[in-house]
């Protein structure tokens, strides 16, 4: 059986028969393509055209009406130096929380329970901004009893890291509040660039968890590993936890803010941790994370 040819289609057999198009043409058409043109449907693919801000963050997204500075420390601890050191903490730092000569508070102070396992977790609070925070660094040079705790402390560590944060606008400042609860810290790392849009949705989505007054706090980072933010949480127990999270995904508009907010972060991570906020003006106001356990 003899083969069989392909055969050529009369339109392909008129294109062959064309002449070539001409180098002018060829330039033509490239000046066309690549012409600086905002508007052109190629260029839209690439760019993607981003509002100038004429604010840092910490002017957007903070608290006009105050100026307070958070301190978040993390504490890893020998396994076999946690009790030691829970005492030791509990000794001095309400010392410092009430001597009015410091311009700080201390806003808790906590264990982990689940997460990173023999941590320590301390939030302070500084009234009156950068200065109050460079104030008290100075004064607790000559503060002889603090030299001597960090010593000791420093005995008990593994490692250590802290960070400066400021609260979001729309959040709860820190309140005293009847326990026992278990806080929930959760951290996430941001993308460079989505601070804002993550404020904003956040903004609109906080109504959604605020009926069992579960939020404690929210805060960003600015000095330290930056966009970092920070959601404190607090609940009776896990049981209320699971069934207040599940709430909010009935309310209508929770999930928007997930969807969005989700792709403004690169990791994520929950704490679960042991203490609570202070109730009173007085010494027994100091969170005792040793005493004040899961129970």
């Not at 958070?70 to 050191?85: G, M, R, S, T, W």
Request: with cysteine.
């Amino acid at each position: 059986m003899a083969p069989r040819l392909c055969s050529i289609s009369a339109a392909t057999r008129r294109l062959m028969g064309r002449p070539k198009p001409r180098a002018g043409d060829l330039a033509a058409a490239a000046r066309f393509y690549s012409k600086d043109n905002e508007g052109s449907w190629f260029r839209s693919l690439f760019v993607h055209k981003v509002d100038p801000r004429k604010d840092a963050h910490s002017t957007l997204l903070s608290k006009k009406e105050t100026s307070n500075l958070y301190k978040i420390q993390f504490h890893n601890v020998k396994p076999e130096c946690l009790d030691a050191y829970n005492s030791l903490t509990e000794a001095v730092l309400p010392k410092l929380h009430l001597d009015e000569d410091y311009p700080c508070s201390l806003v808790g102070n906590w264990n982990t329970w689940y997460g990173e396992q023999d941590q320590a977790v301390h939030l302070w609070r500084f009234s009156g901004g950068y200065p109050a925070l460079m104030d008290c660094m100075n004064k607790l040079k000559n503060n002889k009893e603090y030299l001597e705790f960090r010593k000791e402390r420093s005995q008990m560590l593994l490692s250590r890291r802290n960070q400066m944060l400021l609260e979001f606008s729309f959040w709860n400042e820190p309140q005293p509040r009847a326990g026992p609860n278990i806080y929930e810290l959760r951290t996430y790392k941001l993308k460079p660039g989505t601070m804002i849009e993550w404020g904003n949705n956040w903004a609109r989505a906080i109504k959604y968890r605020q009926e069992n007054q579960e939020a404690v706090g929210g805060f960003f980072s600015q000095i330290g590993e930056l966009y970092v933010v920070h959601h404190l949480w607090a609940y009776k127990d896990l049981q209320s936890r699971e069934e207040t999270r599940n709430a909010a995904w009935r309310k209508r508009g929770w999930d928007q803010n997930v969807y969005y907010t989700g792709e403004c972060f690169c990791w994520g991570i929950s704490l679960a941790l042991g203490g609570h906020l202070p109730r009173a003006q007085s010494e027994d106001r100091i969170p005792s994370a040793r005493k004040s356990s899961l129970t």
